[in-house]
């Protein structure tokens, strides 16, 4: 009898260490169902993770180019800034063009991309001001663990022109602590050459909620590669929580200009600890990328000012050929709960980038 019951004791000891090692039994490491519904009739796809709403594929007409908006923590916080979408009390009303997430450039042949809004007067928006346009969905596919989207876009010049054809891949992946976005852009010159002339307006970037921005200390201006003004106002800092480290060690304020293979913006939305961490490729041009990251939100990797980021001292106008294309690789990483370490962001990193 005795023999039996330390057997059964033993087979139920090793049933729970399999059954835990397989992460079943811990909400945190669960993978979770990704499903895509689709609105046309409101120009979107949400994502939905196990029935909640982590982001929206959005293409509205009041906005100049396809957006992830708005994108939620695991813990259900949402990250992104609201303005010029839909307001919350206390966010700044700054760069209306700068909204969830996005990736497009400011000079490309000369058309601005970037910082294309309704903002912008008709009469300079309609000569020098560029439309990223939707186009088309050719693959959903949810699953367990990761979803899967395919956009198909058009980056169009004011004459009515395409200089860019776009098509990109979302690997939405997500488990109980983790929402990770892998976005595989490629863009190929179909109006002949394309020239990508140095500026500091781009590229990939994400504009986020005002608790994880850098307490502000003064009121600042910003001047865009044309020299227009825009002034950030100084504001309470109640709540406002976030800070950057890049790979490179360098954090705060002064990771802005600086390259790192990784950029972490870390903070508390309430007393959810967040982290937001955008990855580069090495088969991404310019790796490791430099960072256009700002205090008040702005949130962006960009290969190409390098003028700007070095002072004058270097630069890069690339040109893709008529016909060719570039491909550009990002991993978003939205974390919940404690804030991830270095090793474990070079982890992520090391994946991304054996992956594609």
């Not at 800034?81 to 042949?109: A, C």
């Amino acid at each position: 009898m005795k023999q039996l019951l330390i057997l059964i004791v033993s087979s139920t000891l090793v049933f729970l260490f399999c059954f835990n090692r397989s992460g079943m039994t811990d909400p945190k490491n669960r993978n979770l169902t990704v499903k895509f519904i689709k609105r046309e009739a409101e120009q979107r796809v949400d994502v939905m993770i196990d029935g909640k709403k982590f982001t929206s594929y959005w293409w509205p007409d009041s906005v100049m180019k396809p957006i992830l908006y708005p994108m939620f923590s695991p813990g259900g916080a949402e990250i992104t800034r609201g303005f010029p979408i839909k307001s919350r009390p206390g966010e700044r009303t700054d760069h209306p063009h700068q909204v969830g997430m996005w990736l497009n450039y400011g000079d490309v042949n000369g058309i601005d991309f970037w910082g294309n809004s309704y903002a912008i007067p008709d009469e300079i928006r309609k000569v020098r001001e560029g439309r990223i346009k939707h186009l088309g969905i050719s693959q959903l596919s949810s699953g367990t663990g990761e979803g899967t989207m395919v956009t198909a876009e058009s980056w169009i010049g004011p004459s009515g022109k395409e200089l860019l054809a776009e098509n990109t891949t979302y690997h939405f992946i997500a488990n109980g602590s983790m929402r990770i976005i892998d976005r595989l852009t490629t863009l190929t010159a179909t109006g002949g050459a394309v020239t990508m002339k140095d500026t500091k307006e781009g590229m990939f970037g994400i504009r986020v909620a005002r608790q994880l921005e850098l307490p502000s200390k003064e009121e600042l201006t910003l001047t865009d590669a044309r020299g227009n003004p825009t002034t950030v106002s100084k504001m309470t800092n109640e709540g406002v929580t976030g800070n950057y480290k890049g790979s490179n060690g360098i954090t705060g304020e002064n990771v802005w200009s600086t390259r790192a293979r990784w950029m972490d913006l870390y903070g508390s939305i309430g007393d959810e600890k967040i982290s937001l961490v955008i990855c580069d490729h090495p088969k991404n041009l310019g790796y490791p990328t430099y960072w256009h990251a700002r205090g008040y939100g702005l949130f962006a990797a960009n290969p190409f000012g390098v003028k700007d980021f070095t002072g004058g001292k270097d630069s890069l106008n690339y040109t893709i050929p008529a016909g060719k294309s570039l491909t550009f690789r990002y991993r978003v990483i939205i974390s919940s709960g404690a804030y991830l370490t270095d090793a474990q962001m070079n982890t992520y990193a090391d994946d991304f980038a054996k992956k594609y």
